[in-house]
């Protein structure tokens, strides 16, 4: 079977499955989820050996220690994967949630109920855990999903989809419910996003090469973000310490991820007073300063910043500094530069918190917390598939509601349209 | 000024715009509409003079009676326009609402506002009046729009956009809010749907080949329906009466719009009671019936459907017709050959009634009543810029509030990661 035709054959199968999935109720779709989790304890041994197959090639091939990390799956990794499952076990079910009804002046009654999107396509790079946590939501809310990871963890996900496979079984639900695509063949993607009548939704996961890559192939929707160029605004009115606290999480405790701070705004009012003691710490920290002219004259040992600092997505202990004079110049420079992300302001005014709530265009706007609460669990969707910012059908973290859509249900007794 | 200049200067000015709309209050968007509503009225003369040189081309180029209809901007088309842009004046605003608030474990507050989209691109064929219709819809909900209307209404929709614009300017709304494409370069679209910077989502009425186009050429997100291929399915324990009502009015009101119904499935235990006098009354009212060969068994004069009708929108005075031996082969049939638009059951029974809603998995699934109530303002959503019948994003007709979309916003006092 060529990759085109074994792609064409899962989608169509997924398709099938999902119409099975509409309707099953919470108890199946729980039951497989606690039994997935159960499975990942006991058959440790076989999704080791399989998991060392991916490590030994990786090593082969010079992956660095970062990256072998993400790929190992050793028994502490199993453990948080299975309870992963049980607390997605633990949410609601969003489907079949009646979001709103009303009656027409004709005597009908309209309502919205939500429903599963239907097939999805999950696109995703190297970690292996990934494959279940999506596969974990899919189906929770009621999808059915096709899931195409890395070619390094080619190994790590075939069993895993085999015990995924086990554990739909065991509840009695279709196969084609939740499947991982056994090759690494990078056609594969190709087919799968040409596939329109098939899937309903992409969603990728990795790095901007892998999203720019499916947005430009795909003829199916994607959901996704390029980058998180996360800024934080320091106001004239902040409280001092709380700006430090509140940037310093936002750029040290984990710098590599979407939401970490990337460029740090400080009105002039206070830069003075803040700049130096907060630019020790960072430097303490090992945080390179990259700063703008302003900044270069509070702080001589910084490096300049250049015109691509202001944009960049530095994933790393590298921050950009920028002295404004205003709060008008601060929204100028998120507007242009910012990713729609997540942007935080720390003050004490509230004019000024309001105003920023209410102009700032990203899918996450704060007030006095850190930009590394972008994060479904953080804000209590319970869990999260990813985060999108595109505006359209869900800005920013998506959870299991997200995953759903919302269909008119009318209760008429015979009524015609005059 | 090329084409691609043009298009790429007028998205760039709708962007700009779309910030300054972004947190524009109700008072000066209503006074826009309104402002313009007058303006139809006042400039009755110079809108009928452009317009009539649309008409006389259109003439020249032998288009039918009822595309001419369709094109012309008569006294009566002009008040009902200008009671439209008062009845979009009436509506909430649906920007700025907050749909929800929750406070987190650690003290934050998490809620969820809606903002507009961003900037519209709206594509569509001949009706000038469509023009005013989707820039006040776009305009109410905060969104910039750029409007590409059919060459064919080219001197129309120009001077209502020049209408437009001199009521934004009255009501201190940036000029780039609303913007016609003054040319029929077909290069226009093409250039437009790859502004995926500058436009958020592209937004296509008309026929077919119109959809698929710009489907095919966006790498914009693009909410639209293809086509509706509604079904109603008489079920054995229909009321007879509330059965013939229901289906004569989903395919005789107005058979040329896609909530009419395409397929009537019937149940065969109530066919030899229900079908010959439905079908008689059908053909009094010009219908053409296409049977399948168990129908044919109880009209013999009726056309005998072929393969290709039962995925046809006929868009007509035609409809297939399809006896089935129980109400699995009717959603079995619904789900190969439907459009996910629009379907409805007509049945006294509980529980099957139940079972259609949950089901089908169409936009608008209905009991009781006719398909021809998929639509924004008779489900009560206020106005409808369009159906879309993919799943994201919004699903089914789509009011103010499907113009708009979501961010989180966060109440925080100091809170950091740990």
Partial sequence: MSVEEMIEKMAKGARHASRALRNRGRAEKDRALLRMGALLLEKEAIIRRENQKDLVKAKDLGLNTAMMDRLTLDPKTLRSMAEGLQEVASLPDPVGQVTGMWKRPNGMRVGRVRIPLGVIGFIYESRPNVTVDAAALCLKSGNAVILK???EAIHSNIILGRLLDEALEEADLPHEAVQVVPTTDRRAVEVL????????VIIPRGGEGLIRFVTEHSRIPVLKHYKGVCHVYV??????????????????QRPGVCNAMETMLVHEKIAPDFLPPMVRRFQEAGVEIRGCPRTMELIPKAQPAVAQDWPAEFLDLILAVKIVADMDEALDHIERYGSKHTEA??????????RFLYEVDSSVVLVNASTRFNDGNQLGLGAEIGINTSKLHAFGPMGLEELTTQKFIVYGDGQTRA
Avoid at 235 to 252: G, H, L, P, R, S
Avoid at 345 to 354: G, L, M, N, S
């Fill in 235 to 252: 106001d004239q009115f902040a409280d001092n310490d709380m700006a430090a606290e509140i940037c310093y999480n936002a750029k040290v």
């Fill in 345 to 354: 302001i720390v003050t004490k005014d509230h004019e000024r918190a309001q």
């Fill in 193 to 200: 996003l040409r596939l329109e009548d098939h899937v309903d």
């Fill in 149 to 151: 990871g890395g070619a």
